[in-house]
């Protein structure tokens, strides 16, 4: 009898697993606000009373949520033994040199970026402030904390569900799209002023995505380079290192004053995609000896 309930569970989650994706992501996201909008309401009267501990409470609650859901799908729905590392959440030496790899061509591609933006007379560079230490720390821990939430999401479990039914190379570019769509919910108004950031934000998708095969499955490499990009734009933004030229348009400096949702901004990362594609498609020839999807 002890053992009814947990044959139960693995009925249902069989059952989830064969599912078409666009059932069991709706699964998913129904389980994720089943779990979160109940502990969420009872914060509603603090935030409408103004407390400013509510704005990190309740991300950090849907966070811890989502973690424990990620790990149980993994474990019922797609039997992994390591639920998280399933999806490319690895605890390695090899995923820890990849995260510093990362972030490293983050600060290349970005400084070199704005390096041509300060030569061409765009923008000139500013001494950083007495608080720089500070906003070194919080930039660091902020993008990593945004990277290693997003890429779980976008490229751990959305791209492994989706792999699962139309293959990586559809995969990739679906979930690129939802990644850069859900990044873009805002009033139209907004949406029309800064259009040019969803190629950006695609050409992005695609970059980690590739990355990750790139790299095995693995999510260190997609981590670092996205942290490394968030961690780079914090210190620009918030340290004020960079005065943008205000005689010289936005879409050649940055929608803004983000430099990756300007025309130059979107052929680097287009570049990295690319050689990112380019380093995925010979990863999988040597261990199949076919060309990747």
Same mark, same amino acid.
């Given at each position: 009898?002890?053992?009814?309930?947990?044959?139960?569970?693995?009925? %249902?989650?069989?059952?989830?697993?064969?599912?078409? @994706?666009?059932?069991?992501?709706?699964?998913?996201?129904?389980? =994720? =606000?089943?779990?979160?909008?109940?502990?969420?309401?009872?914060? *509603?009267?603090?935030?409408?009373?103004?407390?400013?501990?509510?704005?990190?409470?309740? +991300?950090?609650?849907?966070?811890?949520?989502?973690?424990?859901?990620?790990?149980?799908? #993994?474990?019922?729905?797609?039997?992994?033994?390591?639920?998280? /590392?399933?999806?490319? *959440?690895? !605890?390695?030496?090899?995923?820890?040199?990849?995260?510093?790899?990362?972030? @490293?061509?983050?600060?290349? /591609?970005?400084?070199?970026?704005?390096?041509?933006?300060?030569? *061409? #007379?765009?923008?000139?560079?500013?001494?950083?402030?007495?608080?720089? +230490?500070?906003?070194?720390?919080?930039?660091?821990? %902020?993008? %990593?904390?945004?990277?290693? !939430?997003?890429?779980?999401?976008?490229?751990?479990?959305?791209?492994?569900?989706?792999?699962?039914?139309? #293959? $990586?190379?559809? !995969?990739?570019?679906?979930?690129?799209?939802?990644?850069?769509?859900?990044?873009? *919910?805002?009033?139209? $108004?907004?949406? =029309? @002023?800064?259009?040019?950031?969803?190629?950006?934000?695609? /050409?992005?998708?695609?970059?980690?995505?590739?990355?990750?095969?790139?790299?095995?499955?693995?999510?260190?490499?997609?981590?670092?380079?996205?942290?490394? %990009?968030?961690?780079?734009?914090?210190?620009?933004?918030?340290?004020? =290192?960079?005065?943008?030229?205000?005689?010289?348009?936005?879409?050649?400096?940055?929608?803004?004053?983000?430099?990756?949702?300007?025309?130059?901004?979107?052929?680097?990362?287009?570049?990295?995609?690319?050689?990112?594609?380019?380093? $995925?498609?010979?990863?999988?020839?040597?261990?199949?000896?076919?060309?990747?999807?």
């Amino acid at each position: 009898m002890n053992r009814q309930p947990g044959r139960r569970w693995e009925h %249902l989650a069989q059952g989830i697993a064969g599912r078409p @994706a666009p059932v069991r992501l709706g699964i998913f996201i129904a389980a =994720l =606000l089943a779990l979160w909008v109940p502990t969420a309401l009872p914060l *509603l009267p603090a935030l409408n009373a103004g407390a400013t501990w509510v704005k990190w409470v309740g +991300p950090l609650l849907l966070y811890g949520e989502f973690l424990a859901l990620i790990a149980l799908w #993994g474990r019922w729905v797609r039997r992994f033994s390591y639920p998280l /590392a399933g999806f490319g *959440l690895v !605890a390695s030496p090899t995923n820890g040199r990849e995260l510093g790899w990362g972030l @490293a061509l983050a600060f290349v /591609a970005l400084g070199a970026l704005l390096g041509a933006e300060s030569w *061409l #007379g765009w923008a000139t560079w500013q001494a950083p402030g007495v608080n720089f +230490p500070r906003i070194l720390g919080e930039g660091l821990a %902020l993008g %990593l904390g945004v990277a290693v !939430a997003e890429e779980l999401l976008f490229r751990g479990w959305l791209w492994t569900e989706l792999a699962q039914d139309y #293959g $990586a190379g559809r !995969a990739t570019w679906i979930s690129s799209g939802i990644f850069a769509v859900c990044h873009f *919910l805002k009033p139209l $108004a907004v949406i =029309l @002023a800064t259009w040019v950031e969803f190629p950006g934000l695609m /050409a992005l998708g695609l970059a980690l995505a590739w990355g990750r095969q790139a790299t095995a499955g693995r999510l260190g490499f997609p981590i670092g380079f996205h942290g490394g %990009l968030v961690w780079a734009y914090y210190l620009v933004q918030v340290g004020k =290192l960079l005065q943008v030229n205000p005689e010289v348009p936005q879409w050649l400096t940055g929608i803004n004053g983000n430099p990756l949702a300007s025309a130059p901004g979107l052929g680097v990362m287009a570049v990295l995609a690319w050689g990112l594609r380019h380093r $995925a498609i010979q990863k999988q020839q040597s261990r199949s000896g076919k060309p990747h999807q």
